[in-house]
């Protein structure tokens, strides 16, 4: 017996399924994505700039951005989260424009196998999240004793954070969850190759230790394998907006500190709350969609 998936697709090999399909359309949409994400980061700098014009920061300081890594990084004032949140966050909308052009599927293709996005299904597993994902992430942070204090959000910059944290998390599922995975799946046919393959960019763009890397690099493969058992990105982007916006949320109050260099114990605890989220969507996508096909 094979493994399971829903609605009787494979959602990480579909990408073969449309109608038109040649194995450079899919390096068509990437360039393309990057070409438009291009052209929307130069606005998304310029609104920093304009804001940091406002708030006294120096377009220096604004575009020395991450580059630190995660130690120092701004994402609680306006500037610094239109700049370092918003950044990736506009990758979404590039990723949108280039499907408009590249026009042999449409984007929300690449969202599930009933080609479009399934809000009930999202709501449900963020839902089940909130007590599965964030919860324990907070309880840990009072346990390991990174509590500060110190306030670093203001009120603007808290909301710019926790809007545009939503859509960096969708925007980072869709790109290598949805474009990457599936075009590897459509050139190796085979699933476990294209989760893996896609979760190593995705790990290289993380600046973290190699402790953190690691654990970025599993992280995605984990969300790879939620894809794939759920039959789409919403799952995987409910977990890594609760995931994201929760360590922002804490680090913005003084809860804890937000940390370059990860520990084998922050390796270990991320993917057991990972497991744990994967098993209950993985039981939760077959009593929503009725029924289970097996491969």
């Given at each position: 017996m094979g493994m399971k998936k829903i609605e009787g697709r494979n959602f990480v090999l579909s990408g073969r399924e449309y109608e038109g399909y040649k194995w450079f359309k899919p390096l068509l949409v990437i360039l393309l994505t990057a070409v438009f994400f291009?052209?929307?980061?130069?606005?998304?700098?310029?609104?920093?700039?304009?804001?940091?014009?406002?708030?006294?920061?120096?377009?220096?300081?604004?575009?020395?951005?991450?580059?630190?890594?995660?130690?120092?990084?701004?994402?609680?004032?306006?500037?610094?989260?239109?700049?370092?949140?918003g950044?990736?966050?506009?990758?979404l909308l590039a990723f949108f424009l280039a499907t408009l052009v590249v026009r042999y599927r449409s984007f929300g293709t690449y969202q599930s196998v009933t080609g479009k996005w399934r809000m009930r299904h999202f709501l449900i597993y963020f839902a089940i999240g909130l007590i599965i994902v964030a919860l324990p992430l907070i309880i840990r942070s009072f346990i390991e004793g990174e509590v500060t204090g110190q306030i670093h959000f203001t009120v603007a910059g808290f909301i710019i954070c926790v809007v545009l944290?939503?859509?960096?998390?969708?925007?980072?599922?869709?790109?290598?969850?949805?474009?990457?995975?599936?075009?590897?799946?459509?050139?190796?046919?085979?699933?476990?190759?294209?989760?893996?393959?896609?979760?190593?960019?995705?790990?290289?763009i993380h600046p973290y230790n190699?402790?953190?890397?690691?654990?970025?690099?599993?992280?995605?493969?984990?969300?790879?394998?939620?894809?794939?058992?759920?039959?789409?990105?919403?799952?995987?982007?409910?977990?890594?907006?609760?995931?994201?916006?929760?360590?922002?949320?804490?680090?913005?109050f003084g809860?804890?500190?937000?940390?370059?260099?990860?520990?084998?114990?922050?390796?270990?605890?991320?993917?057991?709350?990972?497991?744990?989220?994967?098993?209950?969507?993985?039981?939760?996508?077959?009593?929503?969609?009725g029924k289970t096909i097996v491969e």
């Amino acid at each position: 017996m094979g493994m399971k998936k829903i609605e009787g697709r494979n959602f990480v090999l579909s990408g073969r399924e449309y109608e038109g399909y040649k194995w450079f359309k899919p390096l068509l949409v990437i360039l393309l994505t990057a070409v438009f994400f291009a052209v929307l980061l130069g606005f998304v700098v310029l609104a920093a700039i304009l804001a940091g014009q406002m708030t006294g920061v120096s377009p220096a300081a604004i575009l020395s951005g991450n580059s630190g890594g995660y130690d120092n990084i701004d994402m609680y004032s306006p500037v610094g989260a239109i700049m370092n949140i918003g950044s990736i966050a506009v990758s979404l909308l590039a990723f949108f424009l280039a499907t408009l052009v590249v026009r042999y599927r449409s984007f929300g293709t690449y969202q599930s196998v009933t080609g479009k996005w399934r809000m009930r299904h999202f709501l449900i597993y963020f839902a089940i999240g909130l007590i599965i994902v964030a919860l324990p992430l907070i309880i840990r942070s009072f346990i390991e004793g990174e509590v500060t204090g110190q306030i670093h959000f203001t009120v603007a910059g808290f909301i710019i954070c926790v809007v545009l944290g939503f859509f960096q998390c969708c925007a980072e599922e869709h790109i290598f969850r949805g474009l990457l995975m599936q075009t590897f799946g459509g050139w190796t046919r085979i699933t476990i190759v294209a989760i893996i393959l896609q979760a190593v960019p995705f790990a290289l763009i993380h600046p973290y230790n190699l402790t953190g890397k690691i654990s970025v690099l599993l992280s995605g493969i984990l969300m790879g394998v939620m894809v794939y058992f759920t039959g789409g990105l919403e799952a995987s982007c409910a977990y890594h907006i609760l995931n994201n916006v929760t360590l922002y949320i804490t680090s913005g109050f003084g809860v804890q500190t937000v940390a370059t260099n990860l520990k084998i114990t922050d390796l270990l605890t991320d993917i057991l709350i990972q497991g744990v989220f994967i098993a209950v969507t993985a039981f939760l996508a077959r009593k929503i969609n009725g029924k289970t096909i097996v491969e």
